[in-house]
């Protein structure tokens, strides 16, 4: 079975989808995922007051449905631009680098947002977090600030809204004619493992 993901490192549902993600790859080693990522957008300027009020709305709705943890000192930063651009950017880097990686590195980004408080805007995180995965700093580093990796960014953006994904997560189970909808939005472990057992079944038949 073949799977798309789509996704952002700075999505709190994303997040709060995770441990459905790392159920699905435990169960099904083999299977072929496939991360893309999408945009999602708070504003190009420092984040205000309403804005973190939004946000903090969203990531508490996340934690009470997933249990999630999440670093709630984030909201007592002052001059914090919520762009996810740059951990698209590194995401899809490392994607070309080593795809098998994808997925682990999305987790990596979210975990470091979410449960540790760190800044993955932040050019020189990134470079640390993607050595973690194997990838040199001074190549990631060079790439990173190619205008090629940002315009292949806003590409993928495109292309992910063009095959009708406008929110996130969303996990699609590819195959012969129409992609079939896993999930999406947030959907429990239990409620993931079982649609894909079931459309793993189906694609079986003869």
């Not at 700093?137 to 190619?146: A, G, Q």
């Not at 992910?160 to 997560?169: C, D, F, M």
Request: aromatic share 10%.
């Amino acid at each position: 079975m073949e799977l798309l993901y789509a996704a952002n490192p700075m999505c709190s549902w994303c997040w709060g989808f995770a441990p459905a993600m790392r159920a699905l790859r435990e169960r099904h080693p083999d299977l072929r995922l496939t991360v893309v990522t999408g945009r999602l957008g708070h504003g190009d300027g420092p984040m205000r007051p309403k804005d973190k009020a939004e946000v903090k709305r969203h990531w508490e709705h996340v934690h009470e449905r997933t249990g999630q943890p999440f670093d709630w000192a984030f909201f007592e930063r002052d001059g914090f631009v919520y762009d996810t651009e740059p951990p698209c950017r590194a995401l899809i880097l490392v994607r070309s680098a080593f795809p098998a990686l994808a997925h682990p590195f999305l987790e990596r980004l979210h975990e470091r947002f979410y449960e540790r408080g760190d800044d993955i805007t932040d050019a020189r995180l990134l470079a640390e977090t993607a050595t973690e995965f194997g990838v040199g700093r001074d190549t990631f580093e060079r790439h990173f600030k190619d205008e090629k990796a940002k315009a292949a960014t806003l590409a993928e953006w495109q292309g992910t809204a063009r095959i009708g994904i406008g929110g996130y997560p969303a996990l699609l189970a590819l195959g012969a004619g129409k992609p079939r909808v896993v999930a999406y939005g947030w959907k429990p472990t239990d409620e993931v493992l079982a649609e894909v057992a079931s459309i793993s079944a189906a694609s079986s038949r003869p």
